[in-house]
């Protein structure tokens, strides 16, 4: 069937396998969202550093990285329906112990476990979606799917933004619950058993199958990228809402928009990038480009300390009380900078997807090759914000995100250095030729 048969980004999503892969991406992105603004006002509430700050991300990346591998392995043999449940149930369990919280320490470690749930959902969909999507298609529903993650996320802003603000963080997370829940029976209702793992557990993913792929160039550029590149982007991630939440006092339905930004863009434009992958004979150009954009997205972010210069503060009204919310000069000037690193993902998300399913595909280890994908980003995830955060405090907000930016260059100038694509083992045609 081809992208045309299926209507495009919203045609795809009649297929109910891929609606049940879709309900986990949109659960578990609502998910992210809604917590990255609860953690600023963790941060807030606690008044922590920038270095516990930073804390907030490693220990949720620290906990993807101790169980990637193994659960790329295990992805491979077993039955990979029975993962995504698992990782839907355990985040119903994480939204029920970021209500209980009472201290910094007790944001620390529910981080952890959402850690362990958000790599169950992503590392296992995106296998699923590439091992069952058609071969002629895949940058097209590897593209959507994140697109649906990306809507997800933009609605997480403003929905999870507008339910802390109201109604403060039970609320929110009930919410979540229940998104989470229809997710759920999704899966369990239409997706087939056993969507991946094919391979014997004698030959499936394990250290020598990493090692078969690392050996190719391909894979060991696509590597090194992601872990210069998480470090630049993580940091980002974690602090932009707490800094417009600490140095400005925007409030969450506020921190909301401004994140909505760079959903907007990145929702919009995945699904037609991926589709314009599939027929580019140069997909390592979009991740090029789009390393530079979320560079140059990043080093706006502190601009929003000046912003008052360019932007003025508007105070909204609502229509049906006497209620109204003041939007200082640097959401304005943070809006615009996040939708520039909305674009920048868009660009080069689809083409790194794609290109390491393609990779993986030579050794029949397509879930070996995404949690190689996943380790790369958590090694700099891990180190990312909390070296930023250190920075910060050392130094300056502009000398913190000059560094993220920075990190984000380096991973750029290592791509193009390195990228080149080996012939395929067996001498079959190499992938992308």
């Known amino acids: 069937m081809s992208s045309a048969a299926t209507g ?16 986990t991406a949109f659960a578990r992105a609502q998910a992210y969202s809604t917590v990255l ?8 509430q606690f008044d922590t550093t920038g270095t516990v700050e930073g804390l907030f991300g490693t220990a949720f990346a620290l906990a993807q990285l101790v169980i990637v591998l193994p659960l790329g392995r295990y992805i491979d043999i077993g039955n990979s329906k029975r993962y995504l449940l698992a990782g839907l149930v355990l985040n119903v369990l994480v939204f029920v112990g970021f209500s209980l919280v009472g201290s910094v320490e007790h944001v ?7 850690g362990i749930g958000a790599s169950l959902l992503w590392l296992t969909g995106s296998a699923v979606v590439g091992e069952i999507s058609p071969a002629d298609e895949r940058g097209h529903w590897l593209g959507v799917y994140n697109q649906v993650g990306a809507f997800s996320s933009l609605a997480g802003d403003i929905f999870g933004g507008l339910l802390l603000y109201v109604y403060g963080f039970q609320v929110a997370y009930a919410a979540l619950i229940v998104i989470t829940m229809v997710a759920f029976v999704l899966v ?21 199958t990493l090692r078969r792929l690392l050996g190719r160039t391909a894979i060991r550029a696509l590597v090194l990228f ?21 140095a400005f006092g925007i409030n969450p339905l506020a921190i909301g928009g401004i994140l909505a930004g760079g959903k907007l863009t990145k929702s919009a434009l995945q699904g037609y990038v991926g589709a314009l992958n ?31 210069r360019v932007f003025p503060t508007v105070t909204l009204a609502s229509p049906v009380s006497a209620a109204s919310m003041t939007l200082p000069p640097a959401f304005f000037s943070l809006f615009l900078a996040y939708a520039v690193l909305g674009v920048g993902d868009s660009v080069r998300l689809p083409a790194s997807m794609s290109l390491f399913v393609e990779e993986g595909e030579h050794f029949d ?21 909390v070296l930023v955060g250190a ?16 990190a984000l260059l380096l991973s750029a100038l290592v791509f193009a250095v390195l990228f080149s694509v080996d012939p395929a083992p067996g001498g079959a045609p190499a992938a992308g030729d």
């Open 8 to 23: 495009g980004s919203i045609g795809l999503l009649r297929n109910r396998e891929f609606l049940a892969l879709a309900g």
């Open 37 to 44: 603004i609860a953690l600023a006002l963790y941060a807030e």
């Open 108 to 114: 620390i470690l529910v981080r952890v476990v959402q």
């Open 188 to 208: 369990l209702a239409y997706l087939r058993d056993e969507p991946g793992g094919r391979k014997d557990p004698e030959e499936a993913t394990g250290i020598e």
């Open 226 to 246: 992601r872990v210069s590149f998480s470090v630049g982007k993580m940091a980002v991630i974690i602090f932009l809402p707490i800094y417009a939440r600490t």
């Open 278 to 308: 599939d027929r580019s004979d140069d997909p390592y150009l979009f991740i090029l480009g789009g390393a530079v954009l979320y560079a140059l997205g990043t080093i706006l972010v502190p601009y929003a300390e000046v912003a008052h």
């Open 365 to 385: 280890a397509v879930a070996g090759s995404m949690s190689l994908r996943s380790i790369a980003w958590k090694l700099g995830q891990v180190s990312g914000p």
């Open 391 to 406: 920075i910060w405090d050392a130094t300056s907000v502009f000398v913190a995100f000059a560094v993220a930016a920075g």
